[in-house]
T-cell receptor, first 116, second 114 residues
Framework: GAVVSQHPSWVICKSGTSVKIECRSL??????MFWYRQFPKQSLMLMAT?????????EQGVEKDKFLINHASLTLSTLTVTSAHPEDSSFYIC????????????FGDGTRLSIL | GNSVTQMEGPVTLSEEAFLTINCTYT??????LFWYVQYPGEGLQLLLK?????DKGSNKGFEATYRKETTSFHLEKGSVQVSDSAVYFC?????????????FGKGTKLSVKP
């Protein structure tokens, strides 16, 4: 079945550094990728929708200069958390939507980001 | 706007017990409905879906029926196993099965004891 690979699965870094998270669709082309953030014991909150070759669409309240999204190819989208601070610590999950209609979103396994 | 409400957990059951996790929705038009499962430390996996009224989605012994009259999509399983312990999310999206925008419920944690 379709697989989405998300890397890294866990990252710990110092406050002020930037962290890049990759989301790859391994066996299908994804015209659209989604980035979610999940707080402990809470649901997924959509951060942004990324379409290949165009600028991402951010949800209200999400800082686009803080969370940089690049979707340069049909199989790769990246989320960069710039100048990360402890409040950015969270579980980030990507998902990918294929080019074939009526297909479900396929989710990556998530990245646990801890900022010290 | 569209929204999903699901029963709060945690739900703790003994192995082989019957499971029901309630989910109701508010939406305009005819959304598609989904159940996703999240095992500890992992991302979400699609468990089942239904794209129109009276459809029944089923997978791995789980079932849910799209009830337009009650705007519900309750998840059921006749006999749960320890391996079913996870967080379950009800979600809806646009008409016709398109998943341009998924709206999730808050999730229900299920713990199954041996």
């Amino acid at each position: 079945g379709a697989v989405v690979s998300q890397h890294p699965s866990w990252v710990i870094c110092k406050s002020g550094t930037s962290v890049k998270i990759e989301c790859r669709s391994l066996d299908f082309q994804a015209t659209t990728m989604f980035w979610y953030r999940q707080f402990p014991k809470q649901s997924l909150m959509l951060m942004a929708t990324s379409n290949e070759g165009s600028k991402a669409t951010y949800e209200q309240g999400v800082e686009k200069d803080k969370f940089l999204i690049n979707h340069a190819s049909l199989t790769l989208s990246t989320l960069t958390v710039t100048s990360a601070h402890p409040e950015d610590s969270s579980f980030y999950i990507c998902s990918a939507l294929g080019t074939v209609g009526n297909q479900p979103q396929h989710f990556g396994d998530g990245t646990r980001l801890s900022i010290l | 706007g569209n929204s999903v409400t699901q029963m709060e957990g945690p739900v703790t059951l003994s192995e082989e017990a019957f499971l029901t996790i309630n989910c109701t929705y508010t939406a305009t038009g005819y959304p598609s409905l989904f159940w996703y499962v999240q095992y500890p430390g992992e991302g979400l996996q699609l468990l089942l879906k239904a794209t129109k009224a009276d459809d029944k989605g089923s997978n791995k012994g789980f079932e849910a029926t799209y009830r337009k009259e009650t705007t519900s999509f309750h998840l059921e399983k006749g006999s749960v196993q320890v391996s079913d312990s996870a967080v379950y999310f009800c979600a809806l999206s646009g008409e016709g099965g398109s998943q341009g925008n998924l709206i999730f419920g808050k999730g229900t944690k299920l713990s199954v004891k041996p």
